[in-house]
């Protein structure tokens, strides 16, 4: 049993949610609370596989670990290969963590229970199945098949202005991800597998001039190279989002709901980001170590421009989906900073730099998710979003108003809490590297700090908004426990960052030292 | 070569003849003892019936025969062939004479109809330009009489009036061009007279005169253009039966002395005279689907429709080769069966509705299922669909094109095929499509004509499903010329 | 003698067409049960064909060759490599959801299924025949009944035009085909119709790249290569939906199987050769048939043009020559078949209910229809090549393919699947989502049973081959290889 748990338990992480649509779309569909509680159970099941994953994970352990390889598509070369490592493994927490906190605040869903439910466990299995798959079709595979739930579930339960924003998402995502299809094609040609590890090898070692393309002249490696690489790029930035490729973003999250928000923005988001680690400088070093400078440029306009929008906002939503693309700017920063360093004398500078980014993307999975909740929250009571509309509230709702604070604050990177941890790191390795821009980005992490007073200073304080008074605006126990598990780890990381840290810098060191 | 006069065997060679003529003489006897009107017609369909299994058991020509009666006569497998599927017509002509007002219950019909066929049969054996005249005529003169049989009916009258008119002036032109023939070479004997060409002493130029006088006569019996005109004309206006039989019966005899004279001359036939029928069959395919296309009536699209047929059917004579003549006399039995089958059907129709226009078939598969699947069948065999007769027909006719190099001629075939399923599908438009208001009227279907029908439906899957046996005496027919 | 099992699976239908025609026209339940009992037994057989298929051994099996026309060397031989196995499942499954959707038909439901089984019968005989001649007989068995179908029981408005242009395109293409096999057949001299003797025959080069052409393409004309697509669109809309199922879900294949067949596998040279321009055309396909369908109001036309757009993929397929290509052309072939089947399915219950197909007119149906609903959206997600659908796993290798061959055209095909993802989400949002017009609320009765039954066989296959390509990716592969075989390698 034991033994079937070690060698499966990547496979009964991923499929479990799948396994949960099922049930819950076989329960009637007016027995709304038994198909809540349903999917809230099975959803808890991956949770506590892959916290067991993490604690039996070896963090010193070289190479993927739980490594599962069958036969799955034959005819092409394709294998349904699972592994994880540091990074992967702290990406599946996260999205096995988040997804039961979103069905919680999901309660609030009333119509067509069933179906957003179940779309909802098949998006978990999307996403997992991106940060455990270590082939690169059965990746492209994953990594599209999320797109699907997600769609529906902002065009179905979005608010408003949904059919265009779920349009704009898949458009743009789906645009992203057709080069990067050509180019997995063209990768799988020229090595003649999918099989990640062998492809990072025998792709990076390709130095002959390419006949696979069948013209008539001879294209230099480098260039099918640097165009592939191009392709990867453009798909993992659309994600990410990089400026300026970040416009479907807040559209998408303002329109999606609640839940939707908080995953769109905890995971996947992540998903970009992890694209570039595990893929682009993996498999491009030396086109990844030459652009460098752009990805690192696009990644500090993200940061100040980001803020910049972040502070124009009226729309309390729109304010935290901006914060995204300030947030994730630092993300590709670090690996950036670790793309530039490559191949150079620093790695040091470099396995910081990532290490920091890695953690950024679980911290801003944390704050950000907790972010939409909360705004989520508070739509629910005064069906607005208008900051306008708001003000004073914090009398009226005490422990909201704390909760936020203290949500915030993570979100800003007050010491003590996580967000300075991932943040510092970042900044800390990419300045030695990137000098200048690590500069300028300190300026987009002082209007952060300034936008998200705003922010608050709109919502809590100030003279009370008469129109609320009366009203019942306080956060629901429901809620408090969906996002106290956010706000434990926000705490634990910021006091006691280690117990993270340890495992995704075995990882990073192995990969980019 | 001599040729020998008399023999007892020869019997065998005329069996059918013989018998045909003892069958009009017991018909005109009985017609005359005044009774039992109805069951003249039986009594034809059945003597032609026995006739036919007597023939296949007797009549069956022997290898060591071959010139009969002084020459006058071949009895080979060709001309067996040709006998039977003229004794097939009559019988089923007669069986759908039987119930057709002021034809069916008269004695000197179905004499005449018998009479006819004799003719044929002697068409098909006939190896002397004289033989060859006198059965011809033997064949037309009661046919001319036949399709003016309805005296009070105009179009009737025209139609016989119109056929004499044009079979005197083609068979008079064409006696003018055995005259010349004899005396270009003082043989009458076909096999000798290409002897005697063959010696090299006849000038081509006048030979060539001569093919084309005598081409008239065959292109007249068979409806090739030029020589098609009277077609629409007489096919609508003669009594429908009958029309069955000029269809197909006639035509077939046609090409019976049409091979055995080409063939005849086969290595003579210099390939302009190869590239003249070329362009005689392309152009009757094409002008005879082309004009198709615009018409009405079903019997005048049927006539074109016939014409057309005979171009592809020449285009296995075309091929001047073993298996072009056996891709030709499977192609007539093919066509001949599925003409009968729609011209039963089209009579069955006229019966209950008093129609032939194609309009007024609407509403037909819902007045008669059964018509209308038979209807369905035969026009999908015309048009050359698989698994029907006409498909494997038109197959093994391109096929024996493709052989020969006529690839060009295959091509224009086929271009004519898809023009002839055009119109034949919008017959099937009107069958299966169209609503009328006549739709809760059934059409009487009488015992004989689902006889005649069926064995015609049975007739066209079985030559497309199963045609290698078929197709085996197609080529036994052939080998018989080519020996 | 082993069992016949092709054979009865070829006459299972046209059988009971037969027997249909013998029960009273007013029985009209006993009719569809008759039909259904067929159905269920020619699905079965070619289940059982599919499964017990030898993959290891590969190559031909279950062949059975009996003499039918010998002096020309003519056989009725049939036989499924892995090229053809899935084609024969592929009829099966449409034959009996074309069945179960037809429940409902009252217009002479007797002729309409007898018809229909003529028509299966002939696409059986072609898909499984290894004999041209063969081929050829069951291919104009399988036209001919369409016209009958879409012109009786079509849509009013376009059936006879449509009928006659189908038939018409189709029987040309066929015709022409025939003399390209008529001259194959003289030119090899081996007196033989066999199409695995005639692989054999060496045909001069010369020769081959003469008469590809009009073998490759008179077949191609079916399988709605541009710039003969054009009766398609017409015929699927016109066409009663069972009847549109069938057309779009199995004829197409048949036009491109024969193409492969006798094209390309017996003529490789003349493949070669003339491969640019079929890559050319096939583009067109891909690209135009998307674009056309994203500015058509009427939702039967967007479906009818997506065929037009998805067919280009297999001809792309084909024209790569190679492995990954001519694989990836065989999945297309069952993951179109049976997702355009199951949009036609789609098309035709919401057209029963609302009596429109305007796009604009339509609206809110996945209230009223979920399940309706839900198996579109598979179908629609198939048809953009979503992963975890059939349509990736039938899509990619052709990609891969197209890139060993000519990666311009790979990048350009490209442009298709976005396209394709645009009307599609276009369609859906309109049709299935959005407000329901105030004339249908409350007018749309449910879907029954056996249409419920129908469409989740249909969608559990488009996803059961996504999610498990090896179901299915091998078996094609070894009949890639097959064909690859003559194409001297590769």
């Given amino acids: 049993m034991i033994d079937f748990l070690q060698s499966h338990i990547l496979s009964i992480i991923l499929f479990t949610p799948v396994a ?17 509680w349903a999917a809230f159970l099975v959803s808890l099941i991956p949770l506590a596989f ?183 790029v453009l798909a993992f930035a659309i994600k990410v989002p990089v400026w300026p490729f970040h416009t479907w973003l807040p559209d998408a999250h303002s329109e999606a709901p609640t839940a939707g928000s908080m995953i769109l923005a905890g995971v ?86 990532v290490n920091g980014a890695v953690l950024q993307m679980f911290n801003h999975g944390l704050s950000a998710a907790g972010m939409f909740l909360l705004v989520g929250v508070i739509y629910e009571r005064t069906h607005t979003r208008d900051l306008k509309a708001y003000g004073g509230l914090f009398p009226l709702a005490p422990v909201y108003g704390g909760i936020l604070l203290f949500t915030a604050m993570a979100s800003l990177g007050l010491p003590g809490l996580n967000g300075f941890i991932s943040e510092f790191l970042v900044v800390r390795g990419a300045w030695p590297i990137f000098t200048l821009y690590t500069a300028l980005g300190m300026i987009g992490l ?61 990882t990073v060191a192995r990969l980019f030292g | 070569m001599t040729l020998p006069t008399y023999d007892p065997s020869m019997i065998g060679a005329v069996l059918p003849e013989l018998l045909l003529l003892a069958l009009a003489g017991l018909v005109m006897l009985v017609d005359l003892a005044g009774r039992g009107r109805r069951g003249l017609g039986w009594l034809s369909a059945a003597g032609f019936a026995a006739i036919l299994v007597l023939t296949l058991y007797f009549g069956r020509p022997t290898a060591s025969q071959g010139m009969v009666f002084g020459g006058m006569l071949r009895h080979d497998g060709t001309s067996f062939a040709f006998k039977v599927l003229f004794l097939f017509c009559g019988a089923i002509t007669c069986l759908l004479s039987l119930d057709v007002p002021r034809v069916g219950t008269r004695g000197e019909y179905y004499s005449l109809l018998i009479v006819a066929t004799l003719g044929m049969c002697l068409m098909a054996g006939a190896s002397d330009l004289i033989m060859l005249y006198l059965a011809i005529e033997t064949t037309s003169i009661p046919l001319y009489v036949l399709a003016g049989f309805l005296k009070d009916d105009v179009k009737s009258v025209e139609s016989g009036m119109k056929y004499f008119l044009f079979g005197a002036m083609t068979s008079a032109v064409m006696l003018y061009g055995f005259s010349l023939l004899y005396g270009a070479t003082g043989q009458t004997n076909l096999y000798l007279l290409a002897e005697v060409i063959r010696g090299g002493q006849v000038s081509a130029l006048f030979l060539g005169g001569v093919a084309v006088l005598i081409l008239a006569g065959f292109g007249f019996k068979i409806a090739a253009v030029p020589f098609h005109f009277w077609t629409p004309d007489v096919y609508e206006g003669a009594p ?42 392309t152009a009757t395919m094409t002008l005879g689907n082309l004009l198709a296309l615009a018409q009405t009536n079903i019997k005048r699209l049927l006539a074109y429709s016939s014409i057309a047929h005979a171009g592809y059917a020449l285009i296995g004579l075309v091929a001047l080769s073993e298996f072009g003549t056996a891709s030709l006399v499977f192609y007539l039995a093919a066509y001949v069966v599925t003409n009968l089958a729609a011209f039963a059907i089209v009579i069955l129709f006229a019966r209950s509705a008093g129609s032939d226009r194609i309009a007024d078939y609407a509403g037909l598969s819902r007045r008669s299922p059964g018509l209308a699947l038979g209807m369905l069948v035969a026009m999908l065999s015309l048009a050359g669909m698989p698994p029907l007769a006409g498909f494997v027909a038109k197959v093994y006719v391109f096929a024996a094109a493709v052989e020969s190099g006529l690839i060009w001629l295959a091509v224009v075939g086929v271009l004519n095929a898809i023009v002839g399923l055009y119109y034949y599908l919008t017959v099937l438009k009107v069958v299966y499509l169209y609503r009328s208001d006549d739709e809760n009227k059934p059409i009487a279907v009488p015992r004989t004509y689902a006889l005649a029908l069926l064995t015609c439906v049975v007739a066209i899957i079985g030559l497309g499903v199963v045609s290698a046996p078929w197709l085996g005496w197609a080529v036994r027919t052939a080998q018989s010329l080519f020996s | 003698m082993t069992f016949p099992v092709l054979s009865i699976i070829v006459f299972t239908p046209i059988v009971a067409g037969m027997i249909l025609l013998a029960v009273p026209g007013q029985r009209k339940d006993l009719v569809r049960w008759i039909a259904l009992a067929a159905a269920v037994l020619a699905l079965s057989l070619s289940l059982y064909v599919y499964l017990t298929y030898d993959r290891a051994l590969a190559g031909y099996q279950f062949v059975e060759t009996y003499p039918w026309i010998p002096s020309l060397g003519i056989s009725y031989a049939v036989g499924v490599d892995g090229m053809n196995a899935p084609l024969v499942l592929l009829t099966g499954i449409v034959m009996f959801t074309g069945v179960l959707i037809s429940w409902g038909l009252d217009d002479r439901p007797r002729e309409f299924f007898a018809f229909l089984f003529i028509l299966a019968t002939g696409v059986f005989g072609v898909f499984v025949g290894m004999d041209l001649f063969h081929l050829l007989f069951f291919y104009e068995i399988a036209v001919f009944p369409m016209f009958l179908l879409i012109a009786i029981w079509g849509w009013q408005v376009t059936r006879e035009y449509a009928a006659m242009k189908l038939t018409l395109y189709l029987f040309i293409g066929s015709v022409v085909a025939l003399v390209g096999i008529l001259a194959m057949y003289y030119a090899s001299g081996l007196h033989t119709f066999s199409m695995t003797a005639l692989e054999q025959a060496n045909f001069s080069v010369g020769f081959q790249k003469t008469w590809f052409p009009p073998v490759f393409f008179g077949f191609a004309v079916l399988g709605g290569i541009f710039p003969f697509h054009n009766w398609s669109p017409d015929g699927h809309v016109a066409a009663p939906t069972a009847v549109s199922m069938f057309h779009a879900g199995v004829l197409m294949k048949l036009g491109a199987y024969a193409a492969l067949r006798a094209g390309i596998m017996l003529l490789p040279e003349g493949a070669k050769f003339w491969s640019p321009l079929i890559l050319g055309l096939g583009t067109v396909n891909v690209v135009y048939g998307a674009f056309i369908a994203m500015v058509q109001t009427d939702f039967k036309y967007v479906i009818g043009f997506s065929s037009v757009s998805h067919m280009g993929l297999v001809m792309l397929g084909f024209a790569t ?164 075989r003559l194409l001297g390698g590769a």
């Avoid at chain 3, 997600?381 to 796993?393: E, I, K, Y």
């Fill in chain 1, 20 to 36: 949960g649509a099922v049930i819950v779309l076989l329960i009637p569909a007016d027995r709304v609370r038994a198909i809540r």
């Fill in chain 1, 50 to 232: 892959s916290i067991w994953l993490w604690a039996a994970y070896n963090a010193g352990g070289p190479g993927y670990q739980f490594v599962e390889n069958a036969v799955w598509y034959s005819a092409i070369g394709s294998r349904y290969h699972l592994g994880v490592d540091g990074i992967s493994v702290a990406m599946v927490l996260l999205t096995t963590l988040l997804a039961p906190l979103a069905l919680l605040i999901s309660w609030s869903v009333k119509e067509n229970v069933r179906a957003y439910m179940a779309l909802f466990l098949l998006l978990e299995t999307g996403m997992l199945g991106v940060f455990l798959s270590l082939d690169l079709l059965l990746f492209f595979v994953f990594w599209e098949i999320g797109l699907v739930p997600m769609y529906f579930l902002i065009n179905q339960w979005g608010s408003a202005n949904r059919t265009y924003a779920s349009f704009k998402f898949l458009i743009y995502t789906m645009a992203g991800s057709l080069g990067l299809l050509l180019a997995i094609q063209l990768i799988g040609l020229a090595s003649g597998t999918f099989d990640l590890v062998e492809i990072t090898q025998r792709w990076t070692s390709l130095n002959q001039p390419l006949t696979v393309l069948g013209l008539p002249v001879q294209v230099p490696i480098g260039t099918v190279k640097t165009v592939a690489f191009w392709a990867f």
């Fill in chain 1, 268 to 353: 996947l988001l992540k998903l970009g980001a992890y694209g570039f680690l595990r893929l682009v400088l993996p498999l491009y070093p030396e086109q990844a170590h030459a652009y460098a400078w752009v990805l690192g440029l696009l990644a500090v306009l993200a940061i100040v421009l980001g803020a910049f929008s972040c502070w124009a906002q009226d729309d309390f939503k729109r304010l935290v989906a901006y914060s995204s693309v300030n947030h994730m700017g630092f993300v590709v920063l670090g690996v950036a900073a670790a793309a530039q360093a490559q191949g150079t004398g620093n790695t040091a500078d470099g396995v910081l730099a």
């Fill in chain 1, 446 to 506: 002082l209007i952060t700090g300034a936008y998200i007073l705003k922010g608050l200073r709109m919502v809590l304080h100030g003279p009370m908004n008469e129109a609320w008074a009366g009203h019942d605006l306080e956060i629901r126990a429901r809620e408090v426990v969906a996002i106290a598990p956010l706000m434990v780890l926000m705490l634990s990381i910021g006091v006691w960052p280690s117990w993270i840290l340890s495992v995704i810098n075995a």
């Fill in chain 2, 240 to 281: 429908t039966p009958i029309t069955a039989y000029i269809s197909t019966a006639s035509k077939a005899a046609g090409f019976a002395v049409l091979v055995r004279f080409v063939l005849a001359f086969l290595p003579d036939v210099s390939p302009y005279w190869s590239a003249v029928l070329a362009a005689i069959a």
């Fill in chain 3, 321 to 484: 020559l190679n492995r990954e290509g001519l694989t990836g052309a065989g999945l297309q072939m069952f993951s179109h078949g049976v997702m355009t089947a199951l949009f036609f399915a789609v098309v035709g219950m919401v057209y029963d209910r609302a009596h429109t197909r305007e796009i604009s007119k339509l609206g809110g149906f996945s209230k009223v229809m979920p399940l309706v609903a839900v198996a579109f959206i598979v179908g629609g997600l198939v048809s953009m090549g979503m992963p975890g659908f059939s349509g990736f796993v039938a899509e990619f290798p052709i990609f891969l393919g197209l890139w060993k061959a000519q990666p311009i055209v790979a990048i350009v095909a490209a442009l298709g699947i976005v396209i394709t993802a645009a009307y599609i989400m276009r369609v859906i949002g309109r049709v299935f989502f959005g407000e329901m017009p105030a004339e249908f609320e409350g007018h749309i009765p449910p879907v029954t049973r056996f249409d419920r039954v129908a469409l989740v066989v249909l969608a559990g296959i488009l996803i059961l081959v996504g999610v498990l390509p090896s179901v299915i990716a091998p078996l094609v592969q070894s009949g890639a290889d097959n064909v690859l």
